[in-house]
């Protein structure tokens, strides 16, 4: 199985300031077909599903604000939130779908220092 | 509005049996390969399995941890996707999600329904 890894646990960031998560796979997850790596980030609010944010580790996902960017090659990814607003306290988790089980980050917790 | 619900939770004595029902509407079902995902309480998300779609052999796959305990089936006349747990153990205890998307990632989630394994 591909293990995922995240960092750091959990951080907090002032608001307008940038928060950097950083997520690591065991193996490649590059997708041959289209040369492009099997990585997802989410994000999740108490009590609530996950919501999709990036795919293909660097594309954005339709109504998701242009605040956060994915980015990352090889078997490490980030997941950027230029600017921190109130809203974005949260916990989020990277995952790769290149091979089954598709398996998750143990998530990352962003909180408003 | 495409939108996914999960019922069929609830409380089940360690051993026991629950089927849980994923009901999609807003989008053609029959064209999407479903998932099931969990997440125990203050964990991590859990990949459970997924069935693909019928024209692509409607198979199934399972995480480690479930295979051979958990079975996944769609009715797509009925748009709902299953999950039969049998044989349930107290680490099954979960939030448990239906997903999907149509891009390879999982871009429609359900609201989750609670199962809790305990005697």
């Known amino acids: 199985d591909i293990v995922m890894t995240q960092s750091p646990d959990s951080l907090a960031v002032s608001l307008g300031e940038r928060a950097t998560i950083n997520c690591k796979s065991s193996?490649?997850?590059?997708?041959?077909?289209?040369?492009?790596?099997?990585l997802a980030w989410f994000q999740q609010k108490p009590g609530q599903p996950p919501k999709l944010l990036i795919y293909w580790a660097s594309t954005r996902e339709s109504g998701v604000p242009d605040r956060f960017s994915g980015s990352g090659s090889g078997t490490d990814f980030t997941l950027t939130i230029s600017s921190l607003q109130a809203e974005d306290v949260a916990v989020y988790h990277c995952q790769q779908y290149y091979s089954i089980p598709f398996t998750f980050g143990p998530g990352t917790k962003v909180d408003v220092k | 509005e495409m939108q996914l619900v999960e019922s069929g939770g609830g409380l089940e004595k360690p051993g026991g049996s629950l089927r849980l029902s994923c009901a999609a509407s807003?989008?053609?079902?029959?064209?999407?390969?479903m998932t099931w995902v969990r997440q125990a309480p203050g964990k991590g998300l859990e990949w459970v399995g997924r069935?693909?779609?019928?024209?692509?052999?409607?198979?199934?796959d399972y995480a480690a941890p479930v295979k051979g305990r958990f079975t996944i089936s769609r009715d797509d006349s009925k748009m709902t996707v299953y999950l039969e747990m049998n044989s349930l153990k107290d680490e099954d205890t979960a939030v448990y999600y239906c997903t999907t998307g149509f891009s390879a990632a999982f871009e429609i989630w359900g609201q989750g329904t609670m199962v809790t394994v305990s005697s």
């Open positions: 807003g989008f053609t079902f029959s064209n999407v390969w």
């Open positions: 193996q490649s997850i590059l997708f041959s077909s289209n040369n492009k790596h099997s």
């Open positions: 069935i693909k779609r019928k024209i692509d052999g409607g198979t199934t």
